[in-house]
């Protein structure tokens, strides 16, 4: 996956958030796909510095990985 797919993966993700955050009320099954849209949105931009890192640093992006979502979530801001 590159960049460019990344970057639209979370687009898609930041699209349907406004689409179910815009709708007037939420059932428990939007809310449970609002936490995994932003678990997921996370790990992806995680992945996002990881390549930006190995990047300025002389490496190959594409050696990167996703993190496990506990390890992206856990970290401190």
């Known amino acids: 996956m590159d ?3 990344i970057h639209a993966k979370i ?7 406004h689409a179910i955050r815009n709708a007037s009320e939420h059932t428990e099954e939007q809310r449970a796909r609002l936490r995994q849209i932003e678990e997921d949105r996370d790990q992806l931009w ?4 990881q390549r930006d ?3 300025q640093y002389g490496e ?3 050696e990167a990985s996703p993190r496990p979502e506990p390890q992206v979530e856990n970290y401190l801001q």
């Open 3 to 5: 960049d460019k797919d």
């Open 11 to 17: 687009d898609a993700l930041v699209e349907e958030e």
């Open 46 to 49: 995680d992945l996002v510095r």
């Open 53 to 55: 890192a190995k990047r």
């Open 60 to 62: 190959d992006p594409d």
